[in-house]
Structures are given as structure tokens and as C-alpha cells.
């Protein structure tokens, strides 16, 4: 809405003499799990090659079987045949087979793989590991073009008839999103390949060396590792030699798990990047010892026996990682190993104790859901066969967690996931499509936050010996429906608004994590971009304030549309400036008020913003993030469309413009 002549003006007061509880640094957080593209194919991960140790066979088969959901994954084709190459059980090197390739004395026979992206004039490293007949010669090519020269070649002898390996080393020759990795040979005998790895030669641990820098400029506070996959992952699969880490399917995602991005890689990343590590155990399929020797691996001293097998696998010094998650979504029938709460209890306290006798100084977190989650998740509804579960009933998962297992956790998890275009209907019993306004459909994801906020005062009295500050939520993933792209404005603007709920309600949260890290970023195989939503994080962690102070106004938000206690609290989040949203906090040091404002419309606003409690000097700074459309794109490898933009104030407060499809954050320096 834009406000007309004979609109009442648009105020708001930022009273710094009323401070709330400390935003928790871990509010910052992000969640990356090994599905979809987040790691591979295209992903923060930096290997070129798909299944590069073959859990597929190498065939012209239109189909792959088990199915693999990962977009953008390639195939292994053979070269000569499919006569020629057969997966070869005895001599398998990593996993349960390896290509064996019968050689022709007349025409190349081998393998490919199509869809490697390279870059004129970068450098590829990696390796190749072979066994072959005597004598036998291997081509492997990188080859980004048709003609005859668009390749480059290296020439493999004295293979030998036990498994070697062999470096490769390779410079683009030309852009390319379509290149293919060659491996051939001719003559008599045969050959076989057991893993595959090409990477730019810059990769950070085997991370993408230019996500990893605009990552840590954006400067995520946690990373939690854990989602739907982590129900069926067993950890030691991801330690050791990569080459020889088993492929695994990966029955949540129905997709093929490589492990070479393991435990030792997700910790070298949180280390560059400066984030607490956050990991989840496998509470699915999995078993309390094992969580509690992974806690061992991660965290024990070189003479402890997962502490040893660490130290050899080049990593002496113990990581210390501090927090851990029991399970994900345990309550949720789509969840591999998925059981009623009453025996979840039992089970989540032998997991506690256990991974406790190893580190008495970790904190535990405990798989929670208030019933607004578990109401708005159309599988968990089929649990109780209502919309509403009622507090206290056997379905209340997080009352039984609260009563038999208090003592073996830390915090409860909470994850949000709302949609934007649609609402409860109760006569209807499910979701239908509304045609809200934009604002109010931003405004669908900071009702969710206040939504477990009211839910967790009911179970403060429902407990009231309980102190449920010291044991908050840990909001570990969350992200807006979106009526548009996931890179678009909208995205950015309902996820500043969430942030914005969180530190209204600061006391209650103990981090959050934003769905997913590599969400922050828009990217193909060979560049990226920051999206709009990542420069959003990257405003608030490194401008807006630590300790939030009261923001008033003259317009409450609006009430959506929806069900009381499944999709909308009793009480609208925001702050009472709609159609704006506002947050303000005062600098650690309290040297400088922080004052941000969302405008999730398409027209300018305008707001009368007065300052209470503090003297401001007149000169401060302004960030702004502002789109001319709702669906910019920062496209990978070409210049941003929306970017951060700095400018100088001269004035503390007053009638403030906010452009249409904006974040502005400004900040004064306190007299």
C-alpha cells in the first residue's frame, strides 16, 4: 500500500531505554544437508566428476535403477559398446563394483562422462585409480570442445595389475558447461577403473574456493549438519582415503551418497569459515553407540580408540565440537526409523547418556515439535486425524519430551517451513489457495516464529517447575514459502522479518538455521553469485545490533488469513508499523542504536521514526538491500542486479523514505 495525502502518517518509536534478552550469536546460523545440490553436482562441493567410483553401472541405459533424484547429474557412458565395458564384482575397488573395459586393437574403448564444467585458463588437479594388463596404455582427456585440439590429454603407462594411483593435471582450455572426461586405451587385454576425481586445483579442503570466500564474507555463526538423510547415514562411511569410501544410496533423498564430503571435511569447513559446528547423529537406523563414538571421533583424545583412528586419518588434535542434535524430525512418518513418542523418549535418553559418558561437556539437542508444526505437516496430521493436536494428548510430542526426557537435552528443535500462498481452512480440513497481498504472505514465516513462541509459554505453564528459558528452541531449520524463485526479493525480505520476530523474542531462541547454506548462494559448476537472501544475512551479521530495544507504532499488522494455533498465532508478529516491519538494537559496546526496516510492498513508504531513551549524534550510516522487481537474479559469474548498497545520514531518525522491495538498515552513533 502506498500512503496517500489523507493517510494517517506512518510513526514508529525506538525507545533504547527498554532492552530486551542478548541476541544469541548462533541466531545466524545456516543448515546443509548431503541432499539435493547443496554439495554436489554444481554444489559447495568441488568435485567435477559424477559417481566418480562407480555405484552405477556403466551402461547407454536410458535409466538409472535405483533412481537418483539429484538434478544436474551426469552419467558414465562407455566408449565402444556397452559389449565393452562390464562392472566387475571381484576386482572392485571402492563399493560393491568396478568397470572392467575389454580392449580393441583397432578403435579406443573406455569410458565418459559429459557435463564437467570448465574455464578458459583455470587448473583442474585430481586423480585417476587403475589396474590394467601389461602393457596397457591409458588415455585420460579433458576435452571442452568438437575439434580436434579442444582437448588435453595424459598418457598413463606402467599401470600394473593391482589398483595404483595416478595424478591428473589439467588447464581449460575454453568456457564450457558441456566438457567430458575421456578414459581410454587400445590394444590387447583390458583395464580397470576404480575412482575418479577432478577438482579446480584452488579447492579448499575439497570445497569450491569462490563459495567459500563470498560464505565467509556473509559470515555464518553455526553450521548444522543434519536433515532427512542423516536417519540412514552411518558416519564411518565418510571418514578415511575418499577413494575408498563406499557410494551409498541414500533412501530419504533417493539419490547416491559419494561420503567424500564427511565428517573431517564438514569440520574443515566450519573452521574456515569461522562457524560453530552443529552436528546430527543418526537417532533413525542408527544406535546410541555408534552417536557416541562419533562423539568420540570428533572430540577424544588421541589414545581413545575413534580418537586414534582420527589422529590417522591426519587429524591429532581433537575438534571439540560443542553441539549435538538426537535425530531429525523423528516425530515425522517420512523419517527412516520414525517412532511413536513414547518410545522415542527411551530411546533419545540411552543416545544422551551415551554420547555424554564420552564428552560430559557437550550440549545435547533434542528432536522437538510444537503442535503448530506438526499441524501444518500434512503427513504428521495423518497421525492424530486432526488439524489442531490438542496440548497434552498422546501426539503432543514436545509434552513428552518435556516430562520423561528433561535432563537429556539442551534445547528442542523447531522447523519452519510455511507456505506462502496458502492458508488452513478449517471447514475444509486442509490448505487452500489465498490471494493475500505481499506483505501478508512475508508475513506467513515471523508467524510461525510466534507461533512456537505462544507455544512455548503454554508449556511453560503446563510445567511449571521447569524453567523453559534454559531450555530453548533451537529454530535449526527455517525458510519462506515462495511465490517466486528461491533466489528472489521475497525470499530476502520474509527472512529479514523472521529475523527480525527472533530478536523481538530473543529470551525463548538459542540459534536458528536458515535452509539451506548454499541458499545464500546462486551457482552454476563453474561460478556464483550471492543471492538476495545471502546478502540480507550478510546485513545483519556484520551491522545490526546485539541487544534488541522496543520498537512501537501507530499501525498493527494485519491479521492473515488462516487457523488460530496452526498457521497464525493467537497474536500477529511484527512490529506495529505495517505495513513495514522493524527491529532495532543497540551495538555490543553500546556505542550505536541499529534501526532496520523491511518494506515488503511494491510502493515506497514513508515512516516518522522517533528516538527514545538514548541521544543519537545526527551523522550515521545506511545499508540497503532494494530490488526494482521481485525476482532479481544475481546471476552466477555475471555482475549482481541487487547488491548491498552503504550511504551517509545526516540525520538521527525523522520522516524516512523506505524504497519499494527494500531492507534498510541504519545505524547512529550513541552521544
Not at 552419467?75 to 559389449?83: S, T
Not at 590394467?132 to 579433458?142: F, M
Request: glycine residues 10%.
Amino acid at each position: 500500500m502506498a500512503l496517500s495525502a489523507s493517510a494517517q502518517q506512518l510513526t514508529m518509536t525506538v525507545d533504547a531505554g527498554k532492552t530486551g534478552a542478548r541476541i544469541p550469536p548462533f541466531i545466524y546460523g545456516q543448515f546443509t544437508e548431503n541432499a539435493n545440490n547443496n554439495y554436489y553436482h554444481g554444489g559447495l562441493w568441488a568435485e567435477m566428476v559424477d559417481d566418480r567410483k562407480f555405484f552405477y553401472p556403466v551402461t547407454s541405459a536410458a535409466q538409472q535403477t535405483p533412481p537418483n533424484s539429484q538434478r544436474d547429474s551426469h552419467r558414465w557412458r562407455p566408449v565402444g559398446g556397452d559389449a565393452a565395458v562390464t562392472m566387475d564384482r571381484e576386482l572392485a575397488w571402492s563399493g560393491k563394483h568396478s568397470p572392467k573395459i575389454a580392449l580393441d586393437a583397432a578403435a579406443p574403448h573406455g569410458i565418459q562422462q559429459t557435463g564437467l564444467g570448465v574455464k578458459k585458463g583455470t587448473k583442474y588437479s585430481g586423480r585417476i585409480v587403475l589396474a590394467a594388463d601389461g602393457g596397457v596404455e591409458v588415455k585420460v582427456s579433458l576435452i571442452w570442445g568438437p575439434d580436434a585440439g579442444a582437448r588435453q590429454t595424459a598418457r598413463i603407462a606402467g599401470i600394473g595389475n593391482a589398483y595404483r594411483k595416478f595424478p591428473l593435471s589439467f588447464t581449460g582450455g575454453a568456457d564450457s558447461q558441456e566438457a567430458t572426461l575421456e578414459i581410454v586405451a587400445t590394444g590387447k587385454g583390458s583395464f580397470h577403473v576404480g575412482a575418479v576425481s577432478l577438482m579446480p586445483a584452488d579447492n579448499v579442503h575439497g570445497w569450491r574456493a569462490d563459495m567459500l570466500a563470498a560464505l565467509k564474507e556473509i559470515g555464518p555463526t553455526m553450521i548444522r549438519w543434519g536433515g532427512n538423510f542423516v536417519s540412514g547415514y552411518e558416519w564411518r562411511d565418510g571418514i578415511g582415503d575418499p577413494d575408498k569410501r563406499p557410494s551409498r544410496y541414500d533412501y530419504a533423498w533417493r539419490a547416491m551418497e559419494t561420503n567424500d564430503a564427511g565428517t573431517d571435511e564438514f569440520l574443515a569447513l566450519t573452521g574456515y569459515l569461522g562457524a560453530e559446528p552443529y552436528i546430527t547423529v543418526n537417532s533413525g537406523f542408527g544406535d546410541a553407540s555408534s552417536a557416541a563414538q562419533w562423539v568420540e571421533y570428533c572430540n577424544g583424545s588421541a589414545p581413545a580408540p575413534m580418537g586414534k583412528l582420527r589422529a590417522a586419518n591426519g587429524h591429532p588434535a581433537p575438534y571439540n565440537v560443542k553441539w549435538w542434535n538426537i535425530g531429525n524430525e523423528m516425530y515425522g512418518p517420512w523419517q527412516l526409523g520414525n517412532m511413536q513418542v513414547r518410545q522415542y523418549t527411551i530411546k533419545h535418553n540411552m543416545f544422551a547418556e551415551a554420547m555424554r559418558r564420552v564428552d560430559p561437556t557437550i550440549k545435547i539437542v533434542a528432536v522437538g515439535v510444537t503442535l503448530s508444526e506438526l499441524g501444518t505437516s500434512v503427513a504428521a496430521r495423518t497421525l492424530t486425524g486432526k488439524s489442531v493436536v490438542e496440548y497434552g494428548s498422546p501426539a503432543d510430542w514436545n509434552a513428552a519430551m518435556l516430562r520423561d526426557s528433561v535432563g537429556f537435552f539442551d534445547a528442542l528443535t523447531e522447523h519452519f517451513y510455511p507456505r506462502a500462498n496458502a492458508a488452513f481452512d478449517a471447514d475444509k480440513g486442509d490448505f487452500v489457495p489465498v490471494e493475500d497481498s505481499l506483505a501478508d504472505r512475508a508475513r506467513r514465516l515471523p508467524n510461525r516464529v510466534r507461533c512456537a513462541v505462544e507455544a512455548w509459554e503454554e508449556y511453560q505453564r503446563r510445567f511449571p517447575a521447569l524453567n523453559l528459558q534454559s531450555i530453548p528452541i533451537a529454530l535449526d531449520e527455517w525458510r519462506p514459502g515462495n511465490p517466486g524463485m528461491p533466489s528472489s526479493m521475497f525470499t530476502a525480505l520474509s527472512s529479514a522479518e523472521t529475523l527480525h520476530e527472533l530478536f523481538r523474542n530473543s529470551g525463548w531462541f538459542v540459534m536458528s538455521a536458515y535452509t539451506h547454506l548454499t541458499g545464500l548462494l546462486s551457482s552454476n559448476r563453474t561460478d556464483m553469485n550471492v543471492a538476495a537472501v545471502g546478502l540480507m544475512f550478510k546485513l545483519y551479521r556484520r551491522h545490526f545490533g546485539a541487544t534488541p530495544v522496543a520498537v512501537t507504532g501507530n499501525s498493527p499488522q494485519h491479521d492473515v488469513k488462516g487457523l488460530v494455533g496452526l498457521d497464525k498465532p493467537k497474536i500477529s508478529s511484527g512490529s506495529d508499523t505495517y505495513p513495514l516491519d522493524a527491529a532495532a538494537a543497540l551495538t555490543a559496546d553500546g556505542k550505536a542504536l541499529t534501526v532496520a526496516i523491511v518494506n515488503p510492498t511494491e510502493e515506497e513508504q514513508r515512516i516518522d521514526v522517533g528516538i527514545a531513551g538514548v541521544a543519537l549524534e545526527p551523522r550515521g550510516k545506511l545499508w540497503r538491500i532494494a530490488a526494482g522487481e521481485l525476482n532479481p537474479r544475481n546471476q552466477p559469474g555475471k555482475p549482481p542486479v541487487v547488491d548491498i548498497v552503504e550511504s551517509a545520514v545526516t540525520q538521527a531518525a525523522g520522516v524516512l523514505a523506505i524504497p519499494k522491495l527494500s531492507i534498510s538498515l541504519y545505524e547512529w552513533p550513541v552521544r
